[in-house]
């Protein structure tokens, strides 16, 4: 099974994450745990380029193609060799974020980007993808404190320092992307403590694990 989860920053990825691994070690299940960007070798030199503030001059394109490539390199070295060893891969982001940030939040067309995902993913699409929605504002504050805390404010800020205008684009766009594709994009309120957040994601996993 490949799971994926989505949001604005800040919205608790990452401890839900955890949580779902708690939770499939408990019941047995093998797993992987990944990211983008930044899942491989080559996708880590990219991260680095995407997220630190230096690059702020980037264009859309370039960021674009840098997210695609990322990405293709993801599919190929970790994603689908863990998948036919029977692994449930979970990835933080993935192909949803491009069409959400590149589309909705910079102005490329969404289904243009739909199209080139479908160049870098190869046919492995997710089964299912986990959206966690939350305020933009509330959503950046967690971040923001997340990264000054990590001292990761400008290797990791350029996003988080991206205008309230934007984030709320990205998750407005999120919203509209998750209502053309109900069958595999759960959305779930991220505003509760993490256990109620939890107990959401648990159900929605049950079902899957339990279809044939
Ligand atoms: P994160 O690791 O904190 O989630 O940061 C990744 C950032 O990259 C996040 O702000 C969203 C952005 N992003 C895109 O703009 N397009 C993409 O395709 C992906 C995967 C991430």
């Keep these: 099974m490949f799971l994926t989860f989505e949001g604005i920053e800040g919205t608790g990825k990452s401890t839900q994450i955890r949580m779902l691994v708690n939770y499939l ?31 702020r001059d980037i264009t859309p394109e370039t960021e674009l193609f840098l997210y695609l490539a990322d990405r293709a390199q993801h599919v190929a070295q970790v994603i689908r060799p863990a998948l036919a060893r029977g692994k449930v891969v979970i990835s933080d982001r993935f192909a949803d974020s491009t069409v959400v ?20 993913v190869a046919g492995c699409w997710p089964h299912a993808t986990i959206l966690l929605d939350i305020e933009p504002e509330s959503g950046l504050n967690r971040a923001m404190a997340r990264n000054l805390r990590e001292g990761k404010a400008v290797e990791e800020g350029r996003f988080e320092a991206e205008s309230l205008e934007f984030h709320r684009r990205v998750r407005e766009g999120y919203l509209t992307w998750a209502s053309l594709h109900q069958q595999r994009i759960h959305v779930v309120d991220a505003a509760p403590g993490p256990d109620e957040v939890f107990e959401s994601i648990r159900t929605i996993v049950d079902r899957l694990l339990a279809r044939p």
Excluded at 25 to 34: A, C, D, M, S
Excluded at 45 to 50: G, I, Q, T, V
Excluded at 101 to 120: D, S, T
Aim: aromatic share 4%.
């Design 101 to 120: 940030y590149q589309g909705y939040g910079r102005g490329l067309e969404p289904r243009l980007l739909h199209q080139l995902n479908e160049v870098a």
């Design 25 to 55: 070690e408990q019941r047995g299940k093998e797993h992987l745990v990944t990211l983008e960007p930044g899942g491989s070798r080559i996708g880590r030199e990219l991260r680095r380029m995407l997220l630190h503030l230096e690059s």
